[in-house]
């Protein structure tokens, strides 16, 4: 089950050409997050982020660490939570 959450963050700072390269290699490279499964566009003047991860905690963290190292862009999060369930029954490999 996936569940989106949405929201506009900023304060229409403009977006130069490599701030959508930037913020995808701080989710990837920074150590507090290593986010891979995230994805950055950019559209007019927000960046937009994209993706699933596990928890609403981790979905604030990483708009949290993109707020505190590129201050004032404007940000649409479009974020699911991904709720990983434990199986049900042993997964038979061949």
Partial sequence: MTTQHHADIGTNRP???????????????DG???EQ???VSRREHTLILCG????????????RLIREQFPGIDLQVD??????NAPAEAEELS
Avoid: C, P
């Avoid at 609403?56 to 708009?63: G, M, P, S």
């Avoid at 974020?79 to 990983?84: D, W």
């Fill in 15 to 29: 977006l130069d050409e490599y701030a959508e390269a930037e913020v995808q290699r701080l989710l990837t490279e």
């Fill in 32 to 34: 507090r997050v290593a």
């Fill in 37 to 39: 499964g995230l994805t």
């Fill in 52 to 63: 699933d991860v596990e928890s609403a905690q981790r979905r604030d963290e990483i708009v």
């Fill in 79 to 84: 974020i699911g939570l991904t709720r990983a």
